[in-house]
């Protein structure tokens, strides 16, 4: 795999593959969608289930979970790489990413798509704004798993995509990282 999938090609994290989800969130009637993959459990008590999530405060996305305080993530099955354009490539403020999907929702109204491994609702507790990144906590709310499926990981996703796709989703990471530089805050201590 190139190193245009790597945040930090040539160090340890670029040994790391992440599973892909597809986070969604609603403000009013307005829904949203986006891929993401810097998500990882955040305590070791089972029965109060906490995450981390790294969102970009550039996304259409986290204009709606920001506001509405929630999200659902949605945990990709290895069958289900064709929506990695439509989730990581495009914005929600140019299209409409459920258009041609029959999809459920959560106990609190936000969309949980059909066929992946499974979806967890979560309720924001606390964050932490880095300028170009905003990491959430937050409880999870509600959640489901279907058996039998694999979790989609972020190298095989790549790979699987046509060579003009890959190349695209390459470009966005690299555009993306630009941009977020003058975003991105100091920290002093
Ligand atoms: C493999 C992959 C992983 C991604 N991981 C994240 C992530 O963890 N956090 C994030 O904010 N954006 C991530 N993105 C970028 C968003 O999915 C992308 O910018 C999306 O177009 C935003 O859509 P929106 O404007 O409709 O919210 C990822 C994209 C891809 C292709």
Redo the contacts with the bound molecule.
């Keep these: 795999m190139s190193g245009g999938?790597d945040a930090y090609p040539g160090s340890i994290f670029s040994l790391t593959d992440?599973e892909?989800?597809v986070?969604t969130a609603r403000d009013g009637e307005r829904d949203?969608?986006?891929?993401?993959?810097?998500?990882m459990p955040a305590t070791l008590v089972p029965d109060r289930p906490r995450v981390a999530?790294?969102?970009?405060s550039?996304?259409?996305?986290?204009?709606?979970l920001a506001v509405s305080g929630r999200f659902v993530l949605n945990l990709l099955s290895d069958e289900q790489h064709a929506l990695?354009?439509l989730?990581?490539?495009?914005?929600?403020?140019?299209?409409d990413?459920f258009a041609d999907m029959q999809v459920q929702r959560s106990p609190e109204g936000m969309i949980v798509l059909p066929d992946t491994c499974g979806w967890a609702e979560c309720r924001i507790v606390s964050q932490l704004d880095l300028g170009d990144?905003i990491i959430y906590v937050a409880d999870v709310t509600a959640q489901e798993i279907f058996p039998g499926r694999r979790p989609l990981r972020?190298k095989e996703?790549?790979a699987l995509q046509t060579p003009e796709v890959r190349a695209r989703?390459e470009e966005?990471?690299r555009t993306?990282g630009a941009r977020d530089r003058v975003f991105m805050k100091q920290f002093t201590r």
């Excluded at 999530?53 to 970009?56: C, E």
């Excluded at 550039?58 to 709606?64: A, K, V």
């Design positions: 999938t992440h892909v989800y986070v949203s969608g986006q891929i993401a993959t810097w998500i999530v790294v969102i970009s550039q996304n259409f996305t986290h204009s709606l990695l354009p989730f990581g490539l495009y914005s929600s403020r140019e299209v990413k990144r972020k996703a790549f989703l966005k990471h993306d």
